[in-house]
C-alpha cells in the first residue's frame, strides 16, 4: 500500500523543482532581455528631470502684450520749459538730473520693466522725430541704468522739451487661456469623439453578432451550429489584432487621421464588445424563453420579449466601459498618426515644445479619469 | 382530447427519461402527475408542448400529431395550450403587464409586437387576465418586484392570455409556502371547471394531490406505474411509486 504511495511521490516532489527552475530560468531570461539597467535609470535622473519639469508645468495661460511707450520730458537748456515729473510707482524712467545744458551727459534708470528685456533708449524731439539713443538691457528686477547725453538737436523749439524715452512690451488684462488650451481642447474633443463614434459603429455592428455567437441562441441544429463557430472564431481573431497595427494599416489605406484610427478602433471593438455581449446572453435566464416558446410565439419574437430585456443592463454597461477603453486607446492610436491628442503630443514632443506636450498630457490625464469616472458611476447605477 | 402513445425520450447525453408512456386525458380532467424528482415529469410535460424533442412514439392533440408538426402548426398548437412553471419564468425586469401580454405573442401581429405596440383590445385582455387573478393593481410594477405567490399568478394570467383548451404546470407550487399552494391550485381549478380548461399538473404533495385531482399518472424512472384515481393511492401504492423509504409529507393545509 505505501510503495505506491511513496513511488508517486518523489516525481511530483522533482515536478515541482522543475517547475520552480524553469519559471526561474524564464524570468533570468526576461531580465536580460528588457536589458534592465537601474544604475542608468538612478544616474540619467537629470536627463529625464528637465522634460518632467517642462511636463508638470503646462503652457495654460497667457497675458496679451501691448507696447508701451514710457516719456518723460527733460527740458535742454534748464529753464527752457518744465521739468517732467517722474511717477512714484509702476514702470518709469528716473534721470539722474531734471534738466540739462547742452552736452551734459547724466545717467537715466529704467524702474520696475518687463525684467531681461533688450530695449532702446531714445530723444522723442519736439519735431515728434526720434534720435535714438543707446540699446540696453534690464536685469532680472526690471531695472537698467544708462549713459545719455544732451545732444544740440534735443533742445527746448518753442518751448516744447525734448523728451526722453522708452517703450515697452507690457502684459495687460487678465490671464487667459493660451493658444495650447485651445489646440488641446480641439484635439482632445476629436479624440472623444473619434472614441464615440467607433464605438457605436461597433456597438452596431456587434449586437446582431453577440446573438449569433451565443450559444443558447444559434446552436440548435446543424446550420445554427456552424454559424455559432463561424462568428465565434472571427471575432477571436479580430480580437487578436492590436489597434495600433489596424491602425497604421488604415493609415496607408484612407491616410493618417482620425478616419483612419476610428476604423481601426472599431473593428478591435467590435470583436471585444461581440464577445463580451454574447457572454452576457448566454448568462441570461433561459425560463422566460421556455414560457415565450411555449405561448407560441415566433424565435424573434421570443429574443424580444424574452432575451432583450434581460441583456440591456450588461449591454449599456459595457458599451460605456468600452467608450471609456477607446478613448485611451484612440490617445495612442493617434500618436502613430491616427489625428486627435495623441497625434497632437507626438507633434509637439517632436518639435520639443514641451510646455505644449506637458499641457496634452494634463488634457489626457484629466479626460481619462473623468470617463473612468463617470462610466464607473453609470454603471453603478445599471446595477 | 390529449393521446399520448409509445413516447420516449432518450437525452443526447444518454439519459432516458421517459420509457413507453402511454395515457390519455379527456376533455375538462385535472389530471396530476407525481412522481420523485427525475421521474421524468417535467420531462413529459415538455414533450406535449414539444419545448423537448421527443425520441420517439406520438402526441396526438384533437387528433394532429404534435411531434410531427412543422414550425408554424406547432406555433398554432403551442398558443392552445397555456404552461406555467415552478420557476415561474417570468421576464424579471419587465412589467406585469408586458409579461402578461406575451403570452399574446402566438396571436399578435408579428411586426407590431416587435415594435411592442398592442392594440387596446389587447391591453384589456392583459389587463383582465390580471383582475381574474386577483392582482390587477399590480399591472405596473416590474416582475422582480412582485413576491413568489404574485409572480405565479402574473404567470397565470400570461397563460390565460393565449385563451388555452390546456393548461400545463409543472410543479406551480413547489417553490411556494402551502397557504399560497393552495391559492394557487384553487385558480387553476377554478379555470378547469369554470372554463372547461383541461389541466395537466405535475405534483409533489400526496395531500394536495388528493384534493385536486380528479386522475393521476404516476412515473417512475421515467415509465407509468400507476393511472387511475386520487383515492386509489393508498400507503402501498405510494411507497410503490415513490419507495420503500418514502414519507409521505403533507403540505400541511386543512382541506376544506
Known amino acids: 500500500m505505501n510503495s505506491p504511495a511513496r513511488g508517486a511521490k518523489l516525481p511530483r516532489a522533482l515536478r515541482t523543482i522543475l517547475i520552480v527552475i524553469g519559471v526561474l530560468v524564464a524570468y533570468v531570461i526576461a531580465y536580460r532581455g528588457s536589458e534592465v539597467d537601474f544604475p542608468r535609470l ?14 508638470l508645468t503646462p503652457d495654460l495661460v497667457t497675458r496679451e502684450i501691448q507696447p508701451v511707450t514710457l516719456q ?50 531714445r530723444w522723442r524731439l519736439p519735431s515728434d522725430q526720434y534720435f535714438p539713443g543707446p540699446f540696453i538691457s534690464t536685469d532680472a528686477d526690471g531695472h537698467f541704468s544708462a549713459e545719455f547725453e544732451a545732444r544740440p538737436i534735443v533742445a527746448t523749439k518753442d518751448g516744447v ?36 463614434v467607433s464605438t457605436t459603429a461597433a456597438v452596431v455592428v456587434a449586437v446582431p453578432l453577440s446573438f449569433l455567437a451565443a450559444r443558447n441562441i444559434t446552436r440548435r441544429g446543424r446550420a445554427g451550429t456552424a454559424i455559432y463557430y463561424i ?3 472571427t471575432l477571436s481573431v479580430f480580437r487578436s489584432y492590436e489597434p495600433i497595427i489596424l491602425a497604421t494599416l488604415f493609415a496607408f489605406w484612407v491616410g493618417f487621421g482620425p478616419f483612419a484610427g476610428a476604423i481601426a478602433l472599431a473593428i478591435v471593438t467590435v470583436a471585444s464588445l461581440g464577445k463580451l455581449y454574447s457572454e452576457a446572453v448566454e448568462n441570461i435566464d433561459p425560463g422566460p424563453m421556455e414560457a415565450l416558446t411555449a405561448t407560441g410565439a415566433n424565435r424573434l419574437q421570443v429574443v424580444l420579449y424574452g432575451v432583450v430585456p434581460q441583456i440591456v443592463p450588461d449591454f449599456l454597461s459595457f458599451t460605456i466601459y468600452h467608450w471609456d477603453i477607446n478613448v485611451r486607446i484612440s490617445t495612442i492610436i493617434g500618436y502613430v498618426g491616427g489625428g486627435g491628442i495623441g497625434y497632437y503630443l507626438a507633434q509637439m514632443i517632436n518639435t520639443s515644445q514641451n510646455n505644449k506636450a506637458g499641457t496634452a498630457i494634463w488634457a489626457i490625464v484629466v479626460v481619462v479619469w473623468a470617463m473612468d469616472f463617470l462610466s464607473a458611476e453609470v454603471r453603478k447605477r445599471l446595477a | 382530447m390529449l393521446e399520448v402513445q409509445h413516447l420516449h425520450k432518450v437525452y443526447p447525453n444518454g439519459t432516458v427519461a421517459l420509457t413507453d408512456v402511454n395515457f390519455t386525458v379527456n376533455d375538462g380532467e385535472f389530471l396530476v402527475i407525481i412522481g420523485l424528482s427525475g421521474s421524468g415529469k417535467s420531462t413529459l410535460l415538455r414533450c406535449i408542448n414539444r419545448l423537448i424533442d421527443p425520441t420517439a412514439g406520438k402526441i396526438l392533440w384533437d387528433g394532429v400529431d404534435v411531434t410531427t408538426a412543422p414550425a408554424g402548426e406547432l406555433r398554432r398548437i403551442r398558443r392552445q395550450i397555456g404552461m406555467v412553471f415552478q420557476q415561474f419564468n417570468l421576464v424579471k425586469r419587465s412589467s406585469v403587464l408586458t409579461n402578461v401580454l406575451a403570452g399574446r405573442l402566438g396571436y399578435a401581429n408579428p411586426y407590431l409586437s416587435l415594435l411592442g405596440i398592442w ?25 422582480d418586484a412582485l413576491s413568489g405567490g404574485q409572480q405565479q399568478r402574473v404567470g397565470i394570467a400570461r397563460a390565460l392570455m393565449q385563451e388555452p383548451k390546456l393548461i400545463l404546470a409543472d410543479e406551480p407550487v413547489a417553490s411556494l409556502d402551502p397557504v399560497l399552494a393552495h391559492s394557487i391550485l384553487q385558480y387553476l381549478e ?17 395531500d394536495l394531490v388528493h384534493r385536486y385531482a380528479t386522475r393521476v399518472v404516476a412515473l417512475k ?33 386543512a382541506e376544506s
Open chain 2, 190 to 206: 377554478q379555470l378547469n371547471r369554470e372554463e372547461k380548461i383541461t389541466v395537466i399538473c405535475s405534483l409533489h404533495f400526496l
Open chain 1, 161 to 196: 522739451p525734448s523728451k526722453i524715452e522708452v517703450e515697452l512690451l507690457v502684459p495687460v488684462g487678465g490671464p487667459k487661456p493660451s493658444a495650447a488650451v485651445f489646440e488641446v481642447l480641439d484635439a482632445i474633443i476629436v479624440t472623444i469623439f473619434m472614441a464615440l
Open chain 1, 231 to 233: 462568428t465565434r472564431t
Open chain 1, 42 to 55: 538612478i544616474g540619467s535622473l537629470g536627463k529625464g528631470g528637465p522634460l518632467m519639469q517642462d511636463f
Open chain 1, 72 to 121: 518723460l520730458a527733460l527740458p535742454v537748456p534748464c529753464g527752457s520749459a518744465p521739468e517732467g515729473e517722474v511717477p512714484a510707482s509702476g514702470p518709469r524712467l528716473v534721470p539722474g538730473v531734471p534738466c540739462a545744458e547742452l552736452r551734459d551727459k547724466f545717467t537715466v534708470e529704467g524702474i520696475d520693466l518687463a525684467p531681461n528685456t533688450e530695449l532702446q533708449l
Open chain 2, 119 to 143: 392594440p387596446p383590445a389587447e391591453r384589456e385582455r392583459a389587463q383582465r387576465a390580471l383582475t381574474r387573478v386577483g392582482i390587477a393593481d399590480k399591472a405596473a410594477s416590474r416582475a
Open chain 2, 221 to 253: 424512472d421515467g415509465q407509468v406505474v400507476f393511472t387511475g384515481l386520487p383515492q386509489e393511492i393508498d400507503r402501498a401504492r405510494f411507497k410503490e411509486i415513490y419507495g420503500e423509504e418514502a414519507i409521505e409529507v403533507r403540505a400541511g393545509m
